[in-house]
């Protein structure tokens, strides 16, 4: 089956909603996607197989030189088959056709062999403060 990595694809609000609930592991939380979209995002990435959202990333931004990858997931079915790396890909490539000049993201440990090794993403240091 082929899959599809698209940019600033459209798609209905339950649709990503579901696949967090299922990548994420929590309840149904009723976003508004289109609008949080619309007011804090440079762009995301939609990945589809046969009709269905199976993987998406938002791209928010400073409106200049970074990007910063946010809510990255993909159906637990599909996932080791390559759709995170293409939405990744497909993020990094349009944030720099918009002129960013840096791509952050932040993870859980368990995430570093895919953003590092699969994605290409450099080790930083990086601070978090819990609000």
């Known amino acids: ?4 990595h698209e940019w600033r694809g459209d798609f209905d ?3 990503p909603d579901a696949l967090h609930a299922a ?3 929590h309840p149904l939380s009723r976003t508004d996607w289109r609008e949080r979209l619309r007011r804090h995002s440079l762009g995301w990435v939609c990945a ?5 959202l199976i993987g998406f990333v938002n791209v928010a931004w ?3 030189a970074h990007a910063f ?3 990255t997931v993909v159906a637990p079915h ?5 759709v995170g790396a293409g939405l990744v890909a497909t993020a990094a490539e349009n944030a720099r056709a918009a002129r960013c000049a840096w791509l952050h993201v932040d993870f859980g440990e368990r995430l570093r062999p895919f953003y590092f090794a699969a994605c290409g993403f450099q080790e930083t240091t990086a601070g978090l403060l819990a609000l």
């Open 1 to 4: 089956m082929t899959i599809i």
């Open 48 to 52: 589809w197989e046969d009709g269905s």
């Open 78 to 82: 599909c996932r080791g088959r390559g």
């Open 13 to 15: 609000d339950a649709a």
């Open 23 to 25: 990548g994420f592991d």
């Open 62 to 64: 400073d409106g200049g």
């Open 69 to 71: 990858l946010l809510d």
